[in-house]
């Protein structure tokens, strides 16, 4: 069938913020989807908040709303655009529930839009997990016995038929927020209490545990004439319990037989036609009892998911691409395979390598977090490696987390067999090193595999790497017949160092005088059995290379590796528009990434991928391979830049800013000259290498002080310490201080006002992009503090002084690229935080704002173009306000407190734009998840300090009809100042009904809380806890109840307009 | 340490690599197979015959070797090649390790090599004659023997795998709990050829209600005709069609006579018996994820194959085969259907073992085929 002709105008939905459970996945997916439509000659509108996407650049659709995803705002969308269709299916669960409220509130059907590739009634069939299992019944499959449950009485029925253990699966949630698993009664009075709670929809399933199967993934695809193909199979290394998004995951399946895996296959099959998916890709997961092969069916997602992600990686077969074409009317014999050029994507990809993706998760940002792994996902990122084994794939896994982990080993030593066998019984992140401790140590396979469930066969091929460490370290590094098995083995250099007491380049030296290199092999979807036209690469240790080296100029992009909290997307965004860039200039753009979920190790972002660990040894293979005029490190974040001085020892050229300049600004000492030689202000600050150092900087600075590490990155384990006594615990608790691991001590500038300013540089002209002023004061990280662009609050010619002193900066340093520069001010004078010669955070979120493509441009500049020839040469003057806003993980963690502070904890961030300020405010609140409400309670408790402050927010609320309740302390306050106060207890007192309970009655519709420092922050901490969980938008700052205030009286005034950024960006 | 092995081409390429399975020397047309799983089936697929398998994906061995999932009496590769095999297996069916089961079967191997490297180096330069060794450890001498090896061109393997006497079947389809089914009672008589045919051919024949007699392959019209079948297939089997004239002429003979189904080899010899031609192909097709286009419904279906040669379907447009399936990669000729005469065949494999079962429903053509010839 060729493509529809009725359609035109196709509304695309994007996921969001990136949360746990939803990342870039969804902006690769969207941004796959956005050139497929527009390539067929369809207009594209597109509806995201994220502004750090590649898919909401203003070239990627015709239309780029960045608006909050709500169905309100979406409809004002669609009232506006009147499009013809909307494709719920790219735009993970963020996308499809929107999709939902769209079609049940009756929007789509007023406005004429149709639903394409997923229909609402499959929508519901397959998400709806009541709905599921009667499908699954009807074609006579196995799910496993189950019941739905409102109440914990209906609970327990259920558990009386199953038995225990249950899983507890919340309807309608995201990455299985609020499932879990419960053991015992208590533990089931807890999970349906937490399930309901969280279910949109309060209901749960309750479902017989199938804790300890194996666990499988399909990915399939279908298409409008009913042709079906598979196109992955994933094996999960971890069994079922473990979230499919917290497991160790395998490509494609390695323990089933044909004949099992074909009765899969099977039900794959019949369950994307029974649930009536029309076009596009699903996700279907199974368990299987490992005793005699029983199948169950476990869920189906209707959509493009993480999963499909990995698996159009670990198959080079595009799946969100694919799905958008098959959604406007192609059939897939009709689309043609990119890679082969000449077989169609209507076969099954077969692969002739091992993919495994593994897990990063961030429990040292929030250490009073569970780390058990259990069916709702935890994990903040994940990279992905390939290998000719598996054995090589994990390995090369494990060094492309990037979390100074080079094999099969422990972080901190474990002590007794009963503290190890705890730990490979109970789920944890740590799992499969204790599992290659627990070979050290000598326990057999059947034990390991009583106490994890993890099949033998992968426990077999660890056991296999731990013995082969023995050879390495008998054999040393003489014998190249075990060298080069070692690397066959995925063992990097780096490891073979450790065990043979040397270091990774004197194993690179010896090696590659052995003759032992890296060999590349192509991802190509057929096992090579057509020739690939598409450079994908990996590299493995084999007789054959086949990817030479081109004639043409080549630049190597070293990418961001796993998302983590404070290296996420925003990097791979300008990693990618450094790729467009190269394109643009001719040069060949070649890729270097391990992050399955994103745009820049799509193999269309680049001339060439090699989807590798951003680690040295990979690095230098790659480079030492291409031979490129040069290496782009300043784009990656912090991985790249790691990279930086150990690559230029290695003689690598490196593209833009010199390395001494970045030197000048991370060194402490440089840094303080660097600003004392241009006259600019620095808050006072030492290093200190003892504890006795830092009590003697801070007493001469002056407390309260900021300390932190040196050289780290989303500002990892730093604090604001009010007194001696603080400075202690912190130095015993937080960090370990050595002469080698110095650590900073800043004096904290309380009250200042924080602004970042990205600008870019050619060598000799500075250009301001943006220059935005944090909502909130000092003391919280810039990665979740709230901002807007341009200034809100600052005078015209305090911004010049914050430019003039930028251009100074850039210019010392001899930028050619980006900088980001941190000021605070205080009292009218300028102090300057941080210098970063390199891309920050917000470059894609200032890009958006000014509508120009910073590091586009960037990268020209470091090719040698200045900006004049780039036409780039004034600040762009924008007549609307930009507000970034941070998104937090803290609902998926229990027990853990919300108050922000210098260490960042967000995992992604929207942005709200309007011409007015406070509605630009008010979207970033409605895209973060927080709506403002316009009446009801405010709940008020505030600090001593802020006693001053909250009379003037208090009597602002009651002006506009808002009732206050606040707990006596505050009252007290507020009465004295003629306001009527609902005067509560706070929960320490043991009254009731207390604060908490009121929130939890749905009483309360605002909270403003700002806890006092240290130990006094615990009496509060339940209140914000139940915030996050009851969903109460809240505040734990002055300037954020301030912001948030002005909102609401512009939202009583009028409602939220939405425009697109191509009308914010018009030039006259 | 493993023992070293060798693997030698006839055009001179070389690879070295340690002993899998027995020890010894092995002749074959080397050809590659890009199925991920089902090697188990693959290594007892009598088409094999006269063939050593190099297996494109890495990892061969991982659930072992069980009692089940044989294709026939025993393996019939001459050698087989892979990138690693697992030492220890995994799974609830599994009895032994691929190198334990190769041993007993006496299959020579070779594992530890750049099975990709080889692939491309087939892709490019077309299926050829190859040695694996454990004894010839010289590159040049062994590749001379490959190069002196006689290749399948006109050679009767058939001979080599086929029954010597006729017999019955009645195991069905194979499933998780009650294993190989009791078939179904039957409801009309077949005649098998067994050119080296797949069991699970004879299961799916069974599961749709024939009562299948396999015979020789060189049983002679007459032989079957008295019998007085209501349907006939024509199995798969090894090497060049045109190796076995004898089968032709009694395919020959049948035409026109009673329904005939045929497979594979048996699609291949409808096609000569008619008066057509078939070629050798550069490297076959030997996988699970051929893509094949039924025409008259239009629609896809993915399938298993192996095979190394083709039928030319303009040979046999005049003699009344016209084409009913076309391979999507490259267009080759996946089907045939006679416009007046009870006759249809497929290049691939409906059977599956190893693949997928997208294609099961042309059992039940046969079946339907044989009702409407009966009733009408």
Redesign the interface.
């Known amino acids: 069938m060729p493509k529809r002709t009725d359609i035109e105008k196709i509304l695309l939905i994007g996921s969001g913020p990136i949360v746990i459970g939803q990342a870039c996945e969804f902006d690769y997916s969207g941004t796959q989807a956005c050139k497929a439509l527009r390539e067929e000659g369809f207009e594209v509108v597109l509806v995201n908040s994220n502004p750090a996407t590649i898919m909401t650049d203003p070239e990627m659709a015709d239309r780029t709303y960045i608006e909050p995803l709500t169905p309100e705002m979406v409809a004002k969308v669609i009232a506006r655009e009147r499009p013809q269709a909307l494709l719920p299916t790219l735009g993970g669960q963020t996308g499809l529930n929107l999709a939902v409220a769209l079609a049940e509130d009756g929007t789509l059907d007023r406005y004429g839009v149709e639903l394409i590739g997923a229909k609402l009634p499959a929508i519901k069939k397959a998400e709806d997990r009541e709905l599921f299992k009667e499908a699954m019944q009807a074609i006579g499959l196995e799910v496993p016995r189950s019941g739905y449950a409102k109440s914990l009485a209906e609970a327990r029925e259920i558990v009386r038929l199953v038995g225990y253990p249950v899983i507890i699966r919340p309807s309608f949630t995201l990455g299985g927020t609020g499932g879990s698993i419960a053991y015992n009664p208590e533990e089931l009075e807890e999970a349906i209490r937490w399930g309901l709670q969280t279910s949109p929809v309060g209901t749960v399933l309750v479902e017989e545990s199938v804790i300890g199967w194996k666990e499988f993934e399909l990915e399939v695809m279908r298409d409008l004439?009913?042709?079906v193909?598979?196109i992955c199979s994933i094996e999960n290394f971890d069994p079922m319990g473990v979230h499919t998004g917290d497991s160790i995951t395998v490509a494609?399946?390695?323990?089933?037989?044909?004949?099992?895996?074909?009765?899969m296959?099977?039900a794959a099959i019949a369950i994307i036609r029974e649930i009536g998916v029309e076009t596009g890709g699903s996700n279907i997961q199974f368990a299987v009892n490992?005793?005699?092969?029983?199948?169950v069916v476990i869920e189906m997602n209707p959509r493009v998911s993480r999963s499909s992600a990995l698996a159009s990686k670990a198959t080079g077969f595009p799946i969100a691409k694919i799905a958008a074409k098959l959604a406007v009317g192609y059939?897939?014999?009709e689309i043609r395979n990119d890679i082969t050029r000449?077989?169609?994507a209507?076969?099954?990809?077969?692969?002739?390598?091992?993919v495994v993706k593994f897990p990063r998760w961030a429990f040292e940002k929030f250490p009073e977090a569970d780390q058990t792994l259990t069916t709702q996902m935890k994990s903040v990122g994940e990279a992905m490696a390939i290998g000719?084994?598996?054995k090589e794939a994990l390995q090369k896994a494990i060094r492309s987390l990037e979390q100074d982990r080079w094999g099969l080993t422990l972080d901190k030593p474990l002590g007794d067999l009963e503290e190890l066998r705890a730990k490979l019984r109970i789920p944890n992140a740590e799992r499969v090193f204790v599992i290659a401790e627990a070979y050290r140590r000598g326990m057999a396979?059947q034990e390991i595999y009583a106490l994890t469930r993890i099949?033998?066969?992968f426990l077999?091929n660890i056991k296999e790497i731990v013995q082969f460490e023995t050879e390495i370290q008998s054999a040393g590094l003489a014998e190249p017949a075990v060298l080069r098995k070692a690397k066959q083995m995925g063992f990097s250099d780096r490891r073979i160092g450790e065990l043979c007491g040397t270091s990774e380049l004197e194993v690179r030296k010896i090696r590659l005088g052995q003759g032992i290199r890296a060999t590349f092999?192509m991802v190509d979807t057929?096992?090579?059995?057509?020739?690939a036209h598409t450079p994908y690469l990996y590299s493995t240790y084999?007789?054959?290379d086949?990817a030479p080296r081109t004639e043409r100029p080549k630049v190597v992009i070293l990418g961001s590796g796993p998302n983590r909290i404070g290296q996420g997307i925003e990097f791979d965004y300008c990693c990618v528009h450094a790729a467009f860039a190269l394109k643009e200039l001719g040069v060949e753009a070649i890729m270097v990434n391990c992050n399955p979920e994103t745009v820049s190790t799509d193999y269309d972002t680049s001339d060439r991928l090699y989807f590798e660990p951003l680690t040295l040894e990979d690095v230098l293979n790659i480079v030492e391979k291409e031979q490129p005029l040069g290496v782009i490190v300043q784009f990656g974040g912090q991985t790249p830049l790691k990279l930086a001085v150990p690559l230029q020892k290695a003689g690598v050229p490196l593209l833009g800013t010199s390395s001494d300049a970045i030197d000048r600004a991370e060194d402490r000492e440089r840094f303080s000259a660097l600003l004392t030689g241009l006259g600019v202000a620095q808050a006072p600050c030492g290093i200190a290498h003892s504890l006795e150092e830092a009590q003697g900087i801070a007493t001469a600075i002056g407390y309260p002080v900021l300390v932190r590490p040196s050289y780290v990155l989303g500002g990892r384990a730093m604090e604001i310490v009010y007194d001696e006594e603080d400075l202690s615990r912190y130095m015993r608790e937080a960090v370990r201080v050595s002469p080698d691991h110095p650590i900073l001590v800043d004096k904290f500038l309380e009250d200042s006002i924080e602004i970042d300013v990205d600008a870019i540089a050619d060598g000799e002209r500075v250009v301001v992009g943006g220059v935005m002023e944090h909502i909130e004061k000092a003391g919280i990280h810039s990665g979740d503090s709230a901002c807007a662009l341009p200034p809100y609050s600052l005078g015209d010619d305090q911004v010049e002084r914050l430019k003039a002193q930028t251009k100074a900066l850039a210019r010392e340093l001899g930028v050619i690229g980006l900088i980001n520069i941190q000021f605070a001010l205080k009292n009218e004078q300028i102090f300057v935080l941080e210098v970063n010669p390199r891309a920050s955070r917000t470059i894609p979120f200032v890009s958006k704002a000014i509508g120009v493509p910073l590091a586009k441009l960037a990268t020209k500049v470091m090719l040698g173009r200045t900006l004049a020839e780039l036409g780039f040469t004034e600040e762009r003057e924008i007549a609307h306000i930009a507000v970034k806003e941070a998104v937090f993980p803290f609902v998926k963690f229990p027990g853990v407190d919300v108050v922000l502070g210098p260490e960042m904890k967000s995992t992604g961030e929207v942005m709200g734009i309007d011409r007015d300020f406070r509605k630009a405010y008010v979207k970033s609140q409605l895209s973060a998840g927080s709506p403002l409400p316009t009446s009801g309670k405010v709940f008020l408790s505030v600090k001593n300090r802020d006693k001053r402050a909250v009379v003037q927010i208090a009597k602002r609320l009651a002006e506009m009809g808002f009732n206050l309740v606040a707990t006596p302390g505050t009252a007290k306050v507020l009465t004295r100042h003629g306001m009527s106060v609902e005067v509560i207890h706070k929960v320490a007192e043991g009254w009731r009904p207390n604060i908490v309970d009121l929130m939890k009655r749905g009483e309360i519709a605002l909270l403003f809380n700002t806890p006092e420092d240290g130990r006094a922050r615990k009496d509060s901490y339940l209140i914000r806890r139940t915030a996050v969980t009851q969903n109460v938008p809240y505040y734990t700052t002055v300037d954020g109840a301030q912001a948030a205030i002005g909102g609401i009286e512009s939202l009583l005034k009028s409602e939220l307009e939405v425009q697109s950024l191509q009308e914010y960006h018009a030039r006259p | 340490m493993k023992k070293p092995a060798l693997l030698a081409l006839a055009d001179g390429r070389v690879f070295r690599g340690e002993s899998l399975g027995a020890e010894g020397e092995a002749t074959g047309e080397v050809v590659f197979n890009t199925a991920m799983t089902g090697y188990q089936e693959i290594m007892t697929d009598p088409s094999y015959k006269g063939q050593i398998v190099v297996m494109t994906y890495p990892l061969i061995g991982n659930y072992g070797i069980n009692d089940e999932d044989v294709e026939s009496r025993r393996p019939w590769v001459e050698g087989f090649v892979v990138k690693e095999a697992s030492p220890t297996p995994s799974s609830w069916r599994g009895r032994r390790t691929l190198d334990e089961y190769m041993r007993e079967q006496k299959i020579v191997g070779i594992q530890g090599i750049d099975t990709r490297a080889l692939t491309r180096h087939l892709r490019d330069h077309g299926a050829q004659e190859g040695v694996i060794s454990t004894e010839e450890l010289d590159p040049e001498r062994l590749a001379a023997k490959a190069q002196a090896s006689p290749g399948l061109i006109a050679r009767d393997l058939v001979r080599e795998v086929t029954i010597r006497a006729p017999h019955g079947w009645d195991e069905a389809t194979w499933d998780r709990v009650r294993g190989y089914r009791e078939p179904p009672a039957p409801r009309f008589t077949v005649v098998a050829f067994d050119s080296g045919i797949k069991r699970n051919i004879l299961r799916q024949l069974v599961s749709v209600g024939c009562k299948v007699t396999v015979v020789p392959a060189f049983t002679p019209t007459a032989a079957v005709l008295e019998q007085k079948p209501d349907g006939v297939f024509l199995s798969n089997g090894p090497g060049d069609p045109e190796g076995v004239p004898y089968l032709i002429e009694a395919v020959r003979g049948l035409l026109g006579k009673v329904p005939i189904f045929g497979i594979c080899l048996g699609h291949q010899i409808i096609g000569l018996a008619a008066g057509g031609r078939t070629y050798k192909l550069k490297f076959g097709h030997h996988g699970a994820n051929h893509p094949v286009k039924d025409l008259a419904a239009g629609k896809v279906e993915i399938t298993a194959q192996n095979h190394g040669f083709a039928v030319d379907p303009d040979s046999v447009k005049a003699r009344g085969l016209e084409l009913s399936h076309v391979n999507l990669n490259d267009g080759t000729c996946e089907g045939l259907r006679h416009r007046d005469l009870p006759v249809f065949s497929v290049q691939y494999h409906p059977e599956a073992s190893p693949g997928p079962h997208d294609a099961n429903y042309l059992f039940h053509r046969f079946a339907d085929l044989i009702e409407r010839a009966k009733g009408g």
């Open positions: 004439k009913d042709n193909v598979i494609p399946a390695q323990t089933l037989t044909d004949k099992e895996y074909q009765l296959r099977d490992p005793e005699n092969g029983r199948l059939t897939l014999d000449e077989t169609p209507s076969f099954e990809p077969t692969i002739d390598y091992c000719r084994t598996f396979t099949d033998p066969w077999e092999k057929c096992a090579a059995e057509f020739v084999e007789e054959e086949e």
